[in-house]
C-alpha cells in the first residue's frame, strides 16, 4: 500500500534553515505529482507547495514563496522541501501528500503522518 514517511523537521532558530524529506513506497513515485502541506498549532490545513510528477514544475503558496523550495529525485522515490529564512510562523507539522494523478490538478489521495518543524528564539 502507499506509504509516505516524512523527516527532517526540528527546532531551528529564526532565519534557519532545514530540509524536509518524503520517502515514498507503494506506488510508482514518478508518475505521481506531490505535494507539502502544513498545520500550525491550533489552525486548519495549509498548501505549501506542488511538483508535478517529472519535477519540471513547482508551485508555492505566497507565504513561503522565495524561501521554500520543492524538488523531488524520482530514482530515490524521494520528496524533499528545503525551507531557509524560516521564520516563527513557519512553525507547523508538515505533511507530505500523493495527487491522484501527473499533475497539480488533481486530488490528494494519501498523506504522510508529518513531521514537526518549530521556529524559535
Known amino acids: 500500500q502507499v506509504q509516505l514517511v516524512e523527516s527532517g523537521g526540528g527546532l531551528v532558530q529564526p532565519g534557519g534553515s532545514l530540509r524536509l524529506s518524503c520517502a515514498a513506497s507503494?506506488?510508482?513515485?514518478?508518475?505521481?505529482?506531490m505535494s507539502w502541506v502544513r498545520q500550525a498549532p491550533g489552525k486548519g490545513l495549509e498548501w505549501v507547495s506542488d511538483?508535478?510528477?517529472?519535477?519540471?514544475?513547482?508551485y508555492y503558496a505566497d507565504s513561503v514563496k522565495g524561501r521554500f523550495t520543492i524538488s523531488r529525485d524520482n530514482a530515490k522515490n524521494t520528496l524533499y522541501l528545503q525551507m531557509n529564512s524560516l521564520k516563527p510562523e513557519d512553525t507547523a507539522v508538515y505533511y507530505c501528500?500523493?495527487?491522484?494523478?501527473?499533475?497539480?490538478?488533481?486530488?490528494?489521495?494519501?498523506w504522510g503522518q508529518g513531521t514537526l518543524v518549530t521556529v524559535s528564539s
Open positions: 501528500a500523493k495527487k491522484r494523478g501527473a499533475v497539480r490538478f488533481n486530488a490528494l489521495d494519501a
Open positions: 507503494g506506488f510508482t513515485f514518478s508518475s505521481y505529482a
Open positions: 511538483i508535478n510528477s517529472g519535477g519540471g514544475s513547482t
